[in-house]
C-alpha cells in the first residue's frame, strides 16, 4: 500500500514571499503519478500541478513548481510570489497505474495562510 | 465546458437511513471516483467507476456501494447510516482513456447523519 506523509500541518507566510511544501511518499510501484491539490475555504478541490515519475523534468505551473526527487520519494512544492488568493489547505496525492488510473492516495494535508 | 457536478449540495439523515449521493462528470470523462473526506481522516478512496464498472474500491464496508450509469452518471450509496458516515463526499471523473489522468473534482456532497 502507499503512503503520503506531509509533515508541515499549517504554514504561514508573508504575501509576494517564496514557500515551499513538503511531501514524502512511499511505494514499491515504478510507474505511477503524483499531484497537489488545493482546497480552499469553498471546499472545491483543485488541480494545481501533476508531475509523472517516469519523467525527470521538474512540472511548473506559473508560479507553481515541484521539486520531484524520485529515489528519495520526495515532492515538494513551490510557490512563489504568494497571493492572498493561495491561502488554502494544500494536498499532496498519489495515484499508481496499473490498467488504469486508480484512486488517489493523499496526505494528510498542509494549511497555508498568505498574510497581507 | 461544465465541470464535475454534485447534488445535492447538503445532506441530513437520521442514523439507519440511507443516503443517496449523485455526480455528473465532466463531458467525455469515462471514470468517476468517489471519496470520503471526514473531520480526523483526511481523504479517503470509496470507489472507482469506469464504463460502468467497478475497477477498485477503498477499505470502506459494503453498505458504501454505488453504480455508474450508460451516461457515465455515477450514483453513491450508503446504507445503514452511522454517525460517522458525516463527511463530505467528493466525486471526481477523469479521462484515463484519452491518456489523461489527472482527476478533476466536483463541489462535494455534505452528509451529516444525527
Known amino acids: 500500500a502507499q503512503t503520503v506523509t506531509q509533515s508541515q500541518p499549517e504554514m504561514s507566510v508573508q504575501e509576494a514571499e517564496t514557500v515551499t511544501l513538503s511531501c514524502t511518499y512511499d511505494?514499491?510501484?515504478?510507474?505511477?503519478?503524483l499531484f497537489w491539490y488545493k482546497q480552499p475555504p469553498s471546499r472545491q478541490m483543485i488541480l494545481v500541478i501533476r508531475?509523472?515519475?517516469?519523467?525527470?523534468q521538474n512540472a511548473t505551473e506559473n508560479r507553481f513548481s515541484v521539486n520531484f526527487q524520485k529515489a528519495a520519494k520526495s515532492f515538494s512544492l513551490k510557490i512563489s510570489d504568494s497571493q492572498l488568493g493561495d491561502t488554502a489547505m494544500y494536498f499532496c496525492a498519489f495515484m499508481k497505474l496499473k490498467g488504469g488510473a486508480d484512486g488517489l492516495t493523499f496526505g494528510k494535508g498542509t494549511h497555508l495562510i498568505i498574510q497581507p | 465546458e461544465a465541470g464535475v457536478t454534485q447534488s445535492p449540495t447538503h445532506l441530513i439523515k437520521t442514523r439507519g437511513q440511507q443516503a443517496t449521493l449523485r455526480c455528473s462528470p465532466i463531458?467525455?470523462?469515462?471514470?468517476v471516483y468517489w471519496y470520503q473526506q471526514a473531520l480526523g481522516l483526511g481523504l479517503q478512496f470509496l470507489l472507482w467507476?469506469?464504463?460502468?464498472?467497478?475497477?477498485n474500491r477503498g477499505n470502506f464496508p459494503p453498505r458504501f456501494s454505488g453504480r455508474q450509469f450508460p451516461n457515465y452518471s455515477s450514483e453513491l450509496n450508503v446504507n445503514a447510516l452511522e454517525l460517522e458516515d458525516s463527511a463530505l463526499y467528493l466525486c471526481?471523473?477523469?479521462?484515463?482513456?484519452?491518456?489523461?489522468?489527472?482527476?478533476?473534482f466536483g463541489p462535494g456532497t455534505r452528509l451529516t447523519v444525527l
Open positions: 463531458s467525455g470523462h469515462t471514470s
Open positions: 467507476y469506469d464504463e460502468g464498472e467497478e475497477r
Open positions: 508531475q509523472e515519475a517516469y519523467k525527470q
Open positions: 511505494t514499491s510501484e515504478s510507474n505511477y503519478y
Open positions: 471526481a471523473s477523469s479521462d484515463w482513456r484519452g491518456g489523461h489522468n489527472e482527476q478533476f
